[in-house]
């Protein structure tokens, strides 16, 4: 899939988006886009794992970590886990670890920074559900597409 960010906002302006730029690029994949799956959780990934067992579809999972920088909700296991399982990217609001890992495994991954701390596992939290952070709102099967330049979100396919 060849696009840029900036090319769709010239073209989409009015359709589109645009998220604060305040994520940074992890994973192997820079540019990756599909209809958005939504988890909403804090300091507690058990959600994150269990809809990256699901199968991707060329999904992109949109994780609303509260902007917690105090642990990781993806790490590398599940960043191979959701390559496998056929998600195309991964949008964490908070914070993912073993980054030099995660650069060699071909998903797309953004989030806000790093840290080796691991999360909870109590599975608290929300699927499903209308996020917003970032000066952006995004339901599930709104349709995101990232690249180094940032993200945004449509309510329909552009592509």
Request: glycine letters at 10%.
């Amino acid at each position: 899939m060849s696009f840029a960010t900036a090319d769709l906002y010239d073209e989409h302006e009015e359709n589109l988006q645009i998220a604060t730029p305040m994520f940074n690029d992890y994973g192997g994949k820079k540019k990756f886009a599909g209809p958005a799956s939504t988890v909403k959780v804090f300091e507690d990934n058990s959600l994150v794992r269990t809809a990256l067992e699901e199968p991707g579809e060329g999904r992109v999972l949109v994780v609303d970590g509260n902007a917690s920088l105090r642990c990781a909700l993806v790490g590398d296991m599940l960043a191979e886990l959701g390559k496998k399982n056929g998600w195309e990217g991964i949008i964490v609001y908070g914070c993912i670890r073993d980054s030099a890992v995660i650069a060699d495994i071909d998903i797309g991954i953004k989030a806000l920074n790093t840290n080796p701390r691991k999360s909870v596992k109590k599975g608290v939290g929300d699927r499903d559900l209308t996020l917003n952070f970032a000066d952006v709102t995004i339901n599930p099967g709104d349709y995101i597409y990232a690249d180094e330049d940032g993200f945004v979100v449509s309510n329909n396919k552009l592509l």
